[in-house]
């Protein structure tokens, strides 16, 4: 079966500060990743999404990136975090030519 | 471009009481729709979804939905609330395309009452 990880569950971090969060997933290959932030009071936004290796698409300008240095995995990066940034960030991955979707434990990023 | 909206931010229920979630959605194209559910500090579980087969769906926990495209509404149902659904709900909607990009409402907060 497959399973999906991410890393840390939860992150407290100083304004300025690198971001480096993680996603991977097992049991399957090639599979479309995503990441959502889901700030408070707020819904689900998709910050970026990711068909293979390499190659990364986003959503909305901000101060995130994302690559995919591996087939399974799924990294978003910051050089510099805002305020802005706080939120729970979910990763997702879906088998491709499948509907579903399929979300990850999430990582709470608090930034002071 | 697709859109979903959810009705009710909180809803409250008494236990045994019948649960109704609404969530309608806008998109060009015949969509898939999903209902998702959070827990406290986790992510988020499929509880059903509509791909075009039958309008009536059933998912996980007692849950159904009924996807009624003349009135665009995908509302999620439980006859017989009971605590442990006490949770946050999402609506989606996807064009099922090459990205399948999902559209999520602002998601609706269940308080079951004893």
């Known amino acids: 079966s497959q399973t999906i990880h991410q890393w840390p569950a939860t992150l407290v971090q100083p304004v300025g500060s690198p971001l480096s969060l993680e996603c991977t997933v097992e049991?399957?290959?090639?599979?479309?990743l995503y990441w959502y932030r889901q700030a408070a009071g707020r819904g689900l936004q998709l910050l970026f999404y990711s068909v293979g290796i390499g190659q990364i698409s986003s959503e909305v300008p901000q101060n995130l990136s994302a690559s995919r240095p591996q087939d399974r995995q799924f990294i978003l990066s910051s050089k510099k975090l805002l305020l802005s940034d706080s939120g729970f960030y979910l990763c997702a991955w879906r088998r491709g030519g499948l509907e579903t979707q399929y979300f990850g434990p999430g990582t709470r990023l608090l930034v002071l | 471009a697709q859109s979903v909206t959810q009705l009710g931010s909180h809803v409250s229920v008494s236990e045994g009481a019948l649960v109704l979630l609404r969530c309608n959605y806008s998109?060009?194209?015949?969509?898939?729709l999903f209902w998702y559910v959070q827990y406290p500090n986790q992510g988020l579980q499929l509880l059903l979804k509509y791909t075009s087969a039958a309008t009536l769906v059933k998912g996980i926990n007692g849950f159904e939905a009924e996807f009624k495209k003349s009135e665009t509404s995908f509302h999620l149902t439980k006859p017989s609330a009971h605590m442990s659904d006490a949770a946050e709900y999402f609506c989606?909607?996807?064009?099922?395309?090459?990205?399948?990009?999902?559209?999520f409402g602002t998601g609706t907060l269940l308080a079951v009452q004893p």
């Open positions: 989606a909607v996807s064009d099922g395309g090459a990205t399948n990009k999902l559209i």
């Open positions: 998109s060009s194209v015949p969509p898939y």
């Open positions: 049991g399957t290959s090639n599979p479309n």
